[in-house]
């Protein structure tokens, strides 16, 4: 590795800044904004520390560990409230914004075969890689300081310059650890596909460890990057070895990717793919059997991805029945209000977020109709004897069944570990039912998405969009209130509260019929526009 | 002296040797044509002296210099363009060419203009709208604005329009005329023929033939066309003699070069009224090394190694 490598390693990073001058400033505007609306709204919600303490009460429960992260709740301050419950999740959406962002310009680039033309030119070995986490870091480096001085600038006074700092060097600080993370696994998968599906699963699997560990063993959490995000304690402790130990390994993690960049040729990677079959299978030879066949592998990642998150959800439920059962201030609060027992209740809470998940593979499995369009790889099938309704046709069953799949998977999950760690067990048909109500609104997402690529082909991706904003509406709205409005806005909003609430049949009928609607309009819409690339 | 030397270069991808022992070289000055049938391994020779695959074993040298370890002080002198161009779709294809110009360091405006020009490319476009022969003329444009001495091209034309085609060989005999030299891989045999002062032919990953044109015609058949006045008799006994056929215009067939003498000795005898003979054309040479190995073994020549 002389300096040779790193040849025009300035220019690069400087080109793929200017490829990506708009998506980088989105992505931090986005973050931005959800993160500095929450501390005045609280600011308003709870204006004396009373209201404050009075709510640590519902928050000190495993089931808001597992989900939230551990906080200051002795201490509960507007700054350490916005800490306890923002931080977690926010450090896992600038994980993915890692995860794509740096896919983009390592294994997709190199994958597309661009990389071949650069690498012919005078430039290093390892300019692009290095450009691309120089970018990176650049972008996190951004967030870190727009997040932190806009914390600070909101003026609330729990809310300190520091603390403020450090709750933007955590979010930034896991940005670098998870470019790290993206960067290896884009020497060692041969797609980019293989990429983010790797580094994906190991943020999630970080949550996970981090979720049964804050509830289990807290210094255990120690092991999970996202444990880190936490255990930095901001507006309390104020605990900066965190971000020292998140820049220590990301350093660490971006020797590690120059290394294997290094020693591997190009378009190679270290996960071997096996020879496959010499003849079509059976299932193969449809469209249908093509959808599904390109989408396999995601489609069982996911599927046991769904599971082990219901699991870990549900194997918290002993936790939470012995906590409730020695607390008998909780058993009054709680059980007078509502019907359902007090752990059935936290079931609506995690399953929103269980749903909202299980929607990103179905709508990931319609878009990649849109995917091969792009790369002109539906000519071959529309040249032949396929017609463009039965094309978006299997495309969209796919979807259907992939929705279907996961929701069921992930309340299996959640039941089969909720029910071995409980002493009374829950019943299947309740979590199923709690968990199916989400399903039409899944299904409307999917009808907007297929609606998209029949109408508007070029804004396929504000599916995302909208996505992000069901997922803000609905975490938020669960942790604060927020107008009715903006919550009806999103499918999810019409979602009754099973067990909470009974089954309303109104709702889910109507989301249902609004995303048959937009399915029939997407046939109409596809069969009558042009391929576009 | 020679620009680029690759002694017994082995590259093996998992347990698949795809080059088995490569040799040759190109010297200064030369047009190199590197022809062989699908999969035989040119590309993959290539992307060996670019730097981008490890060789296992053997020795790749280009202007005296280690193709993996100095790639950069290489690639400073050197210009590629691969069969199958993929750009940014985002960026137009003047962006593209800019890129690629800044990367290497140089800056020729005029001959930038005067390439777009002659391409016919509308550079104001984005690369994702391009055509496959238009992104393949950004690359070539980027590559003969450049100054290189080394200019590689793999399949650089198998997306052009004749007309296209012809402004490409004249790019190349440009750059050949101010002594620069070029590899071409190329399966338009034709094109070959035209700009490659020597050729070798790669077959499963080893190098069975290299030399010049003339050198390596002198190992096939000539096309004779003969009418004459009586009928001539037992002309396939005779040795070297293949596809003897009649047609309105008279008899064919084909010679072994080295046989030429005796069968027109044979044929004179018979009266000769018309007598047409055609060189050898680089595709009977190809034909012969294309087909597969059983067919071809027992006549195997030897050739220029
Ligand atoms: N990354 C790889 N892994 C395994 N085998 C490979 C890899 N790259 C190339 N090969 C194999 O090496 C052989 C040579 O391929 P190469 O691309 O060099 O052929 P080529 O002569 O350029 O063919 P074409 O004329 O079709 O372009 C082929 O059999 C190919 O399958
Ligand atoms: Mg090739």
């Known amino acids: 590795m002389d300096q040779h490598s790193f040849a025009n390693t300035g220019k690069l990073s400087r080109f793929i800044l200017r490829l990506d001058r708009v998506k980088i400033p989105l992505w931090i505007m986005g973050l931005a904004m959800f993160t500095l609306v929450v501390p005045p709204a609280f600011d308003n919600l709870y204006k004396t520390q009373q209201e404050r303490d009075a709510i640590t009460e519902t928050m000190a429960n495993p089931a808001m560990t597992a989900m939230l992260g551990t906080g200051d709740l002795d201490n509960y301050t507007i700054g350490a409230m916005t800490a306890h419950q923002m931080i977690v999740m926010t450090a896992v959406i600038v994980g993915i914004m890692a995860v794509l962002l740096v896919t983009r310009h390592t294994r997709a680039d190199e994958e597309d075969g661009r990389i071949e033309m650069i690498r012919s030119l005078p430039s290093g070995r390892l300019s692009y890689l290095n450009a691309s986490l120089i970018v990176s870091s650049g972008t996190f480096i951004g967030l870190a300081l727009v997040i932190g001085f806009g914390l600070y600038g909101l003026g609330i006074e729990s809310m300190d310059l520091e603390g403020s700092l450090l709750y933007g060097a955590a979010l930034g600080g896991t940005g670098f650890v998870f470019t790290g993370v993206t960067a290896i696994f884009a020497q060692l998968s041969e797609s980019s596909r293989g990429t983010i599906g790797w580094s994906v699963a190991i943020l999630l699997l970080a949550y996970l460890f981090r979720a049964i560990t804050d509830i289990s063993n807290e210094a255990l959490s120690w092991i999970s990057p996202l444990g880190w995000v936490s255990k930095a304690e901001v507006y309390s402790s104020n605990n900066w070895g965190s971000i020292l130990l998140m820049l220590a390994v990301s350093i660490l993690l971006f020797v590690v990717a120059n290394y294997l960049n290094n020693i591997r040729d190009l378009e190679q990677g270290f996960i071997a793919s096996k020879p496959g079959r010499r003849y079509a299978s059976r299932l193969l030879q449809s469209p249908i059997g093509l959808a599904f066949r390109l989408q396999r592998t995601g489609f069982i990642a996911w599927a046991i991805g769904l599971f082990v998150l219901g699991a870990s959800y549900g194997s918290i439920f002993g936790d939470l029945e012995s906590f409730f059962e020695g607390n008998e201030m909780y058993q009054q609060m709680l059980q007078q209000a509502e019907g359902a027992s007090i752990v059935e209740q936290f079931i609506p809470t995690l399953m929103i977020v269980i749903s909202l998940i299980a929607t990103i593979p179905p709508v990931m499995a319609m878009n990649k109709l849109r995917g091969e369009e792009k790369k002109e790889r539906l000519e071959h099938l529309l040249s032949r004897a396929v017609s463009r309704t039965k094309l978006i046709g299997s495309y969209l069953i796919m979807a259907v069944v992939n929705g279907f799949v996961m929701i069921s998977l992930s309340a299996l999950g959640l039941w089969s570990a909720a029910t071995t760690v409980m002493d009374t067990g829950l019943e299947l048909g309740m979590v199923y039912s709690a968990a199916l109500v989400f399903y039409p609104a899944m299904l409307v997402m999917i009808g907007i998405a297929a609606f998209l690529i029949g109408l508007l082909p070029m804004l396929t991706s504000l599916i995302w969009i909208y996505f992000i904003y069901s997922f803000f509406v609905l975490y938020l709205g669960n942790l604060m209130q927020i107008p009715d409005l903006v919550g009806k806005l999103s499918p999810f909003g019409h979602v009754p509260q099973v067990p909470i609430e009974d089954v309303t049949f109104m709702p889910l009928f109507l989301l249902s019929i609004i995303a048959l609607g937009l399915m029939m309009i997407s046939f109409v819409g596809f069969r009558k526009r042009d391929s576009k690339n | 002296m020679s620009v680029l030397e690759v002694s017994n270069l082995t590259k093996k991808f998992g347990k698949f ?80 060419i800019d890129l690629f110009v800044k990367l290497r360091g140089g800056n020729n405006k005029s001959r930038r203009e005067e390439l777009i020009k002659k391409f016919d490319l509308d550079p104001t476009k984005k690369c994702r709208t391009y055509s496959k022969g238009n992104r393949q003329k950004v690359a070539l444009i980027a590559a003969f604005s450049s100054d290189a001495d080394l200019y ?69 058949r000539t096309h004779i066309l003969v009418e004459t006045k009586q009928s001539i008799s037992s002309l396939n006994e005779l040795q070297g003699i293949h596809k003897i056929e009649e047609t309105d215009q008279g008899l064919t067939f084909q010679v072994d070069t080295e046989q030429l003498d005796d069968v027109i000795r044979h044929i004179s005898q018979f009266g000769i009224e018309k007598l047409e003979s055609a060189p050898p054309t680089l595709e009977d040479l190809f034909m012969r090394h294309y087909e597969s190995k059983d067919k071809s073994e027992g006549k195997e020549t030897g050739g220029v190694r």
């Open chain 2, 17 to 96: 040797t795809a080059l088995d022992g490569v040799n040759f070289e190109v010297g200064s000055g030369e047009v190199f044509g590197f022809i062989g049938p699908n999969g035989a391994g040119k590309s993959t020779t290539i992307r060996v002296l670019l730097g981008i695959l490890k060789a296992t074993e053997g020795e790749v040298k280009l202007f005296g210099k280690d193709a993996w370890n100095e790639a950069v002080e290489i690639h400073k002198r050197l210009a590629y363009v691969p069969g199958d161009v993929n750009l940014w779709p985002n960026l137009t294809g003047g962006e593209v």
């Open chain 2, 152 to 220: 590689i091209l793999d399949e650089p034309t198998s997306g052009l329009d004749p007309l296209m085609e012809k402004v490409f060989q004249e790019c190349v005999m440009d750059v050949k005329n101010r002594g620069k030299s070029v590899l071409l891989s190329s399966h338009i045999l034709s094109e070959v023929e035209k700009l490659c002062d020597r050729v070798g032919i790669i077959r499963q990953g080893k190098i069975i033939e290299t030399g010049s044109l003339s050198e390596l015609r002198h190992l096939t």
